[in-house]
């Protein structure tokens, strides 16, 4: 053998941009050097066969809320990169509101930078923000790092993060299109929204219709169309709006939309009474409105499903859906919960791979991550994709193990993960590379 690499991981089913096939990856210094035979006779310090165990990328989850520093109580760079390494989460990309100072300027940046500093078990890039007032703040960030910049439509749930109105979002979209940035959103439209009529989920669910959705979805792709802003619509829920963003899209408006393992997964019909661990914003609707954002997966509209990873502390999840924090926290559980759904209804890991590793680094620019492929970062998964489990919440890394998939069982289980061809536990702060 000519030269020796750090690494060989082999398999007969890996995960590559161009489908599953056997193969042996070799990583020297951290990155990908080859993708070789699986029995290519390569010589390596360490040489691991998974056999028919499938090896994947890691995941890039581009929606996280850590919320360190400042509510730090309620999930911090420690435990939410250590459940995200338990879940096969090698990157990700940390949202500008919930920890204290929200990330709206450079200086917030750089206190939330040094908060992660030395903490984090995987790579953790961040988003930016775009509050009322921030305009002149929005290229410093950019030129700081972040991969693109938040915002809502709605109240957020904190008030240090307010919404921007029509007015606001034209001028921040001008702003972001003038640097080539991207403009994520919060879509649900405050004149659709209402206080809910009482504790429970029905009355939950009827105060956030899909018409927010739709009515915000189509203010930022109309905005996204006359400003040249590229846009992207986070967490969609509602189904209905997909014809929307087709339509928006052949119009020439450049935005995209991802969505969640909870609204892929949960529906409105099985939310116990008080069960407020499935409460999020936008709510999780009915199981025909699901079965219609896997068609939107499938066809390649929604091009992401990420966590959108949103703790809290225990107490704030007690009382009625009118009162309780929304947010689900499934860093960890977002492979199998995808897997479980991916393949009852005949998708394959190549799709899951997409969903969940590709189309993330793609839509936030992480170059080198979510491929296997020669010189990509060697973050990769070893994950036995027939292995079966029960969900025990006492497994999970996260601060608070607060879930709604507590007693499912699931199919998939990550066995063995390398960030940078390492054990996870020396994650880097990255910056969007210019
Ligand atoms: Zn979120």
């Known amino acids: 053998m000519t030269q020796g690499y750090d690494l060989v991981v082999r398999s007969r089913r890996a995960v590559l941009p161009d489908g599953e096939r056997p193969a042996a990856v070799a990583v020297r210094e951290g990155r ?50 250590r459940a995200a390494a338990a879940g ?9 509101l919930n920890a204290l100072p929200p990330t709206v300027t450079a200086g917030a940046l ?11 078990a995987v790579d953790v890039g961040f988003w930016g923000g775009a509050v009322p007032g921030n305009r002149a703040e929005l290229r410093a960030l950019h030129d700081a790092g972040v991969y693109g910049f938040k915002c809502f439509l709605s109240p957020s749930g904190v008030e240090e993060f307010p919404a921007l109105d029509e007015a606001g979002l034209r001028e921040a979209m001008t702003e972001i299109a003038g640097f080539g940035g991207l403009l994520i959103a919060h879509a649900e439209d405050p004149g659709h929204l209402s206080e809910p009529d009482g504790p429970g989920y029905a ?14 979805i ?38 995209s939309a991802e969505t969640c393992p909870h609204y892929l997964t949960l529906t409105a019909e099985q939310v116990p009474d008080g069960g407020t661990e499935y409460k999020c914003c936008p709510p999780i609707r009915d199981a025909r409105n699901r079965e219609e954002l896997w068609r939107g997966l499938a066809d390649g509209l929604i091009g992401c499903v990420v966590s959108d990873h949103s703790p809290c502390v225990p107490e704030l999840k007690k009382g009625g859906f009118d009162t309780a924090w929304g947010g689900i926290s499934s860093l960890q559980l977002g492979l199998p919960v995808i897997w479980t759904g991916a393949r009852a209804r005949g998708h394959g890991l190549p799709d899951v791979a997409r969903w969940m590793a ?77």
């Open 32 to 81: 990908i050097a080859a993708v070789a035979a699986y029995d290519a006779p390569l010589t390596a310090r360490e040489d691991v066969d998974l056999g028919d165990r499938a090896l994947l990328p890691g995941l890039v989850d581009s929606h996280v809320h850590v919320n360190e520093p400042g509510r730090t109580e309620w999930e911090g760079f420690a435990t939410a990169t």
């Open 88 to 96: 096969g989460v090698t990157t990700i990309v940390d949202m500008p």
């Open 110 to 120: 750089a206190v939330k930078r040094a908060a992660a500093e030395g903490s984090c």
């Open 203 to 216: 009355e939950f669910l009827a105060s956030r219709p899909p018409e927010a959705e739709g009515a915000a």
């Open 218 to 255: 189509a203010r930022v792709a109309r905005l996204a169309a006359e400003t040249g802003c590229r846009a992207h619509i986070v967490h969609l829920s509602d189904a209905g709006s997909l014809p929307l963003l087709a339509e928006w899209r052949a119009r020439g408006a450049r935005i």
């Open 358 to 434: 590709a189309g993330p680094a793609e839509l936030t620019g992480l170059t080198g991550k979510g491929r296997i492929a020669e010189g990509y970062d060697a973050d990769l998964v070893a994950f036995a994709p027939d292995r079966t489990f029960v969900v025990d919440p006492g497994a999970l890394r996260q601060r608070h193990p607060v879930t709604p998939y507590a007693g499912t069982t699931l199919t998939g289980a990550v066995e063995r993960v390398w960030l940078r061809g390492e054990a996870p536990g020396h994650g880097r702060l990255l910056r969007r590379r210019p």
